[in-house]
């Protein structure tokens, strides 16, 4: 492990005490209880940087049990160095079962991406948050953002959203695109492609988002109403692939470009790994039966 | 609907701890009326004119306002999203310095369009359409819509700001010296747009000035403020002609005759 030096994770079950643990749970039953606002919390030191999603990190740690089974992306794969280093932490410091089975997870800790495999009840997906304030583009003070939530003073996103059709003949935003959670609070998603944003929409798992350097949880709790913002005239639309996986062939999912070579060869992969993989491993055990 | 003064203002005053800003300030506003707050710096018109917008709470007196409904109510009454909501639709407020009430960091279409989408217009093309409108009525031209202002002249910016401001019909307009930073050709021609909006749309506005000559070619009415009270107040061109007190008439033998 390079960056996560295992001789600071101490005695502590998940890392943190139990106290701290108490502490965030108690911020994420608010946040779930008023889905889509941030609760403030005392986000703590851990032995890794904020790039890496220490938000997330400390919500997994007070929600994940002996029992659960853990699975870690970044921007959908299992193998960078960010996912593989979180799941050895809380292998370490959780002794839990590890996977990298969307299916078999209780607990998914995700950086950019939501599963293409269906989320079902009893899951939890717990999002790594660097931006949570979704007005900050256009407002950058806080006791202003703070109040506009409060009085669902939401004119400023359609503002953002103007811009871009008004500069790109369409809505350009396509990461982090701004929804309404239970017809009150507008939230970010997290930098998630849009791609991903209808996953939230009455989705049965429970998901809760992390922002560790602005210290602020927020939740969407299983079947809750979340809409992405959108015009009449311009309605929310997300991102289209002309070809299939190049090495699955799935479609309706998320691709990554992959450059082939310096002559402008180029392929488009599923961005979710782990899915990319089951395929054609089930596509195998076909064609030898 | 009952007709009466839009807005009543009785015995406002505002101190600065031991100091006063303005005191016993008492007027109606009529609708359609333009009344010009004049005074030097120093003389408690901004903070009268902040108090009377609610952007500053005052520590003595009342200001009613006739809401749209027909209904008068009390400002300082009114809850913080009921007061805001206010602000942003049937009220306006100029800035003397337009980088203050413009979003410097968007184009010039979604400055004019955020108020719209402020109160819940949701079709693009119907709200471009809206902006375009507006600054053809402020003379900025329509090609210059997804500029930012930052790009703009100091008078085109300030057309630009009252645009953003009247584009939800508001019926009172609070301006705080609309013309002060703006050289002395720019200034006529703003002025004579704010004339022609103002007949137009029949806009009631208070208007805090130092220069006599913009209230003589604006206001109706106005009142002279000095060490934060009115002391003296009718209609503008008695005032400016046969001034009562020995203080207005300084003010106005200052003023180049035209
Ligand atoms: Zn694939």
Known sequence: MSAVTMSEAGTNFAYLDEETKRMIRRAILKAIAIPGYQVPFASREMPMPYGWGTGGVQVTAAVIGPDDVLKVIDQGADDTTNAVSIRAFFRKVARVAVTTHTAEATVIQTRHRIPEHPLIEGQILVYQVPIPEPLRFLEPRETETRTMHALEEYGLMHVKLYEDIAHHGRIATSYAYPVKVAGRYVMDPSPIPKFDNPKMHLSPALQLFGAGREKRIYAIPPHTDVRSLDFEDHPFEIQRFDEPCALCGARNVYLDEVILDDRGGRMFVCSDTDNCESRQADAQKETAA | ?258
């Open chain 2, 1 to 258: 609907m009952s007709e009466g003064p839009l807005l009543i203002a009785r015995d406002v005053g505002k101190n600065y701890g031991n100091r006063i800003g303005c005191t016993d300030v008492s007027f109606d506003l009529w609708p359609g009326e333009v009344l010009a707050i004049v005074g030097e710096s120093g003389s408690g018109k901004t903070t009268l004119l902040n108090c009377l917008s609610t952007r500053l709470n005052a520590d003595r007196g009342t200001v009613t306002y006739r809401m749209r409904d027909g209904v008068a109510r009390d400002l300082a009454a009114l809850g913080e999203a009921e007061r805001r909501f206010l602000m942003r639709t049937d009220w306006g407020f100029v800035h003397q310095n337009p980088a203050d009430g413009l979003r410097m960091g968007v184009s010039a279409g979604a400055n004019v369009g955020e108020r719209l989408m402020a109160v819940g217009n949701r079709h693009y093309g119907r709200i471009r359409h809206c902006a375009e409108d507006w600054l053809n009525r402020v003379e900025i031209d329509v090609d210059r819509i997804d500029d930012r202002p930052r790009a703009f002249s100091g008078g085109m910016r300030q057309r630009l700001q009252i645009a953003r401001n009247l584009v939800t019909s508001p019926r009172l307009v609070f301006m705080d010296e609309p013309t002060g930073g703006l050289d002395v050709s720019v200034q006529a021609r703003l002025l004579d747009l704010v004339r022609g909006l103002v007949r137009d749309l029949g806009l009631s506005v208070i208007i805090v000035t130092h220069d006599l000559a913009v209230a003589r070619l604006l206001s109706h009415r106005m009142m002279v403020m000095k060490e934060g009270r009115v002391i003296e107040q009718g209609l503008t061109d008695r005032v400016l002609d046969d001034p009562r007190e020995p203080y207005t008439q300084l003010l106005v033998s200052s003023i180049p005759q035209a």
